[in-house]
């Protein structure tokens, strides 16, 4: 229990601190490149880095433990799905080995305002990854294509839901708690389930842990995954806790 609770507070810590931390991450994103070189620009760079990366895999991780970070979970595996699916699809539309090295906007907004050898460095490392990968032939085609099907797939469905369960209409369901369950993964966070009135919907750790069997309670439904993403207790009957 000690565990559970520590997740839970941990989760509420980074939901609280993700916008903040990447919207910070974003601006000296921007500011070091109006800092001379020096230790100065360096240590802005890491700190930038530091802020808009670090939230990014603890929000996909503690999605399931916190229903703020849930969204932000769903909506961080769409922008990578189309992310990833977009990039495949550039790599097999590529010619031989090497992408297309023809200046475009998103080359010329990274150069910005960077220095010659920052450029260098970073087409060093673009070259060295580049020279790692072996030539196309038609197995690894037919892999990229299988993979940017797939990625893509995943873009649209976690789209869907961030879309589906936060921004259209709730399902509004009223009645009294059965029973819940935990379903406990192997290489994945736990994810949790609760039943009302005999039917069984998804819900995150921290709006289950409240609830005790015989809680007269008002949810609000995502209409895209049956996860609920609101709950109110009415009336608290004490009976013998929810197992989880």
Known sequence: MC???TVLKVAHV???MFLPSIGVGIALGVAWRFVAVGPVRTALQWIASLLFFIPLPLALY???????????QQALLSIIGFGVCALMIARLRSRASHMDDQTGLLKRAARWRQTDDEIRKAEMTIGALRAAQRPQGLRRRFALALGAVAMGGLGIYCGWTTVGDYALTHNI???????????????SPDTYEVFI???????????L?????????????GIASHTI????RNVHRPQAGVGR
């Open 209 to 221: 842990s409240p609830l005790t069997r015989g809680d007269d309670v008002e949810a609000e439904v």
């Open 173 to 187: 369901v009223k009645g009294t708690v059965d029973d819940a369950r935990v379903i406990r993964g192997t290489r």
């Open 229 to 232: 993403v609101s709950i109110r």
């Open 197 to 207: 009135n005999g039917r069984r919907y998804n819900i995150t750790l921290d709006l």
């Open 3 to 5: 565990y559970k609770q």
């Open 62 to 72: 503690l999605g399931a433990y916190s229903s703020g970070l849930r969204l932000y």
């Open 14 to 16: 980074v939901y609280l």
